[in-house]
């Protein structure tokens, strides 16, 4: 490519990702994505990004359903939901918590610094405890758009390992 391809090119992308709105609105549907592929369970379907606390975006499920939650091969996780398992009676509706979250510390057409954390949480009433869950966190910094798009799919399926 000519320098002047790279430029046209640049400018194309500039101008569909615009300003910061446009660009949540990306980081958002790539997450919707993701939910559907990795975190939604029996009862928990549909999900959408919304705002979790100041700067944090995402979403949570819950499954139900200890024998889907025990198709996970993460092996701290799957020891913990066994626990789970055995501990609380079927009757009283254990679950285990998905979660994947985006903590934006700056987002702009330029640049921005992202932190990408996926979780599994077995503390099943509330999910309360720290050490029943397993976390993964990619931190992703990007310097200009092209970058931005090309790797924000990668960074999250790179979070999302946890739930395969």
């Known amino acids: 490519m000519s320098d002047k391809q790279i430029q046209e090119w640049q400018e194309k992308i500039r101008s569909s990702f615009g300003d910061e709105a446009r660009l949540l609105e990306y980081l958002f549907q790539t997450m919707d994505n993701f939910y559907y592929r990795y975190i939604e369970t029996t009862t928990d379907k549909n999900l959408k990004t919304i705002p979790l606390a100041p700067h944090i975006w995402g979403a949570k499920s819950i499954e139900n359903s200890m024998v889907d939650a025990l198709k996970l091969q993460n092996p701290v996780a799957k020891k913990g939901i066994i626990e789970l398992a055995k501990s609380v009676p079927k009757a009283q509706g254990p679950g285990v918590q998905y979660e994947l979250l985006c903590n934006i510390d700056e987002l702009t057409v330029d ?18 405890d720290e050490n029943r869950t397993f976390k993964k966190t990619v931190k992703f910094e990007y310097h200009d758009l092209a970058q931005f798009r090309k790797e924000l799919a990668l960074k999250l399926e790179e979070a999302c390992e946890i739930f395969l």
């Open 111 to 128: 640049k921005g610094k992202l932190q990408i954390v996926s979780i599994i949480n077995w503390g099943w009433p509330d999910f309360g």
